[in-house]
């Protein structure tokens, strides 16, 4: 059977950490990284008689993430209890929304396509819910770490127009964009801030209904995404090759072996048996707060894909990569604050600054100088002080040693020479040892120009000003 001959269905369901210092019903802190069962407290702990206050500022979040994601804000909107036993769900129900979420609808856009024609993937709703606490498996035990129990999610559902594991990352970065851009979320999947459960089912290519799909759980980088839609779109085909018949089954994602493994049957909405929390009213939206965020939207990545390209002259590529990740945005943008040409800014972030930070492993902040001093470094090589090259050893030890660009470039002698007069006496001296070249090269052979100039920067110790060598060593040739 071919593989050509079907077609994935694909949908995502991302849950996104809000960005907010508290929970979502609580006063605890959010804070990643705190000791185990630091940030809890009797509300997130679920002691008998405490009561959930909703915290505005995630409902904010929220609605400018729907206003963002086309959908419609709904002035009323339902907490309900969704039920299921695990050991990191003190409550024995999560507060979720389901039939009456805060946001309906709504659509992500994904780039154009060759075609010219923009690519709009659906979405069912995005809808708010607290996190749940987090199970550490050791030899010996099980042992529940509660601190991100109550975290404020938003849920984002997709339809399954999703049609390759390719388009699935596409749609995941463009949602990830905007949930950073509008300061939902920070969007860090290696902290577990991005999570995204991935509904997958295959079908024949000229079929409308869908086809019994498995969910992997929990993938937390593109990468996973993608690799485990691809294991999991062949599995199916080769299940139906053999004429069995795809289970409805949750799978989690093996990264080492690089498999999905059965993790147990789906559950239907029915199985959690959801109702409305009693002790939640409903959620009214004032249509003023909905106008009043409106008009405090910033620009979204396409608009600002847009801005790149327009007001500095970048290509698609070169965008894709500075907006990739917000930090590298806003070091561009402050790197040209420091009167540094778009292109030269772009290329140095793209080689030097991310090679820093992916040598060290760090935050953009620990692994590179400040963006001010990466300017002045680029200021140095466009007045010609120091030569390019000058510039990558500087900005190394940079690096290394968190000194600024002045400072480095003087401690380590890569000041660049352009006095004419050191510059023609090392002329002379070159020429004056060389006077076979000299003859071939005053005897048409012009290809020996390049020698000579490598003979005098050597003579200067790589310090000359490559410009005025240039001018100087023509004029003694030609002399």
Known sequence: MKTDAYEAVIGLEVHAHMLTRSKLFCGCATEFGAPPNHNVCPVCMAMPGVLPV???????L?????????SEIAPHSVFARKSYFYPDLPKGYQISQ???????GGYIELAARQDGEPRRIRLVRIHLEEDAGKNIHAESASLVDFNRSGVPLMEIVSEPDLRSPEEAVAYLRELRGILVAVGASDGKMEEGSLRCDVNVSVRPRDATELGARTEIKNLNSFRFVEKAIVYEVNRQIEEIAAGRRIAQETHLWDPEREVTRPMRSKE???DYRYFPEPDLPPLIVPPDLVEKIKAEMPDLPAQQREKYARDFGLTTYEVSVLLGRNDLGDYFVNVLAQGINAKTAANWIMTEVLRAV??????LEKAAP????TGALLRMVEDSRISLNAAKSAFAAMCRSGKGAQATVAELG????????AIAEACDRVLAAE???LAEYRAGREKLYGFFVGAVMKAMGGKGNPKVVNEVLRRKLAG
Do not use: M, W
């Open 98 to 104: 389901y039939d009456e979420p805060l946001c309906r």
């Open 358 to 363: 992916n040598e060290s492993a760090q935050p």
């Open 435 to 437: 006077g076979a070249k």
């Open 370 to 373: 400040q963006p001010q001093e």
């Open 268 to 270: 239907f909405a029915n």
């Open 414 to 421: 890569l000041a660049q020479v352009s006095d004419e007069a």
């Open 62 to 70: 929220a609605i400018r993430t729907g206003l963002a994601a086309h």
């Open 54 to 60: 909703l915290n505005r500022h995630v409902v904010e």
